[in-house]
């Protein structure tokens, strides 16, 4: 991915351009996103045996698609085996501009969208349907709810 300061403050700026209109806004950036992730872990997994399962697909995620995109790899995956994971990222790239603490977190969802639509957007790639929800329990920390949907 491009620049680590270039692309914090185009994703920045996408933010605050399209979120304008709250909620076309966030569905615009989480298209985006959704097809960011799609090219990218196309791209990333060209040249990659395929993988045994989802937990394979989402350490992956956690590890290359993650380390491409934020320069670092998530802090904590967990599971319950059923379907759902929680990425956690204590350092988030695209809210540590942002105050710490809880004075910021109102505005966190616009900063969150374009990520659940790559981590979606990857995930479809990889041939899992997801949904994929974020929340911030203090800035700059962020967890990613996953569900993959079962056929």
Known sequence: MADSPLFQALH???AHALCE???KGLSVLEGVG???GQGLSERLTKEMPSFKDELDVLKFL???LWVTVFKKQVDNLRTNHQGTYMLQDNQFLLLTQLSNGKQYVEEA???LAFTCGLVR???SNLGFDSTVTAEVPVMP???FQVVIQKS
């Open 62 to 64: 956690c590890k290359d």
């Open 12 to 14: 920045m700026e996408m």
């Open 141 to 143: 920390s962020c967890k």
């Open 121 to 123: 957007g990857a995930l």
């Open 21 to 23: 209109e709250q909620e």
């Open 109 to 111: 969802p616009k900063f």
């Open 34 to 36: 959704f097809r960011v």
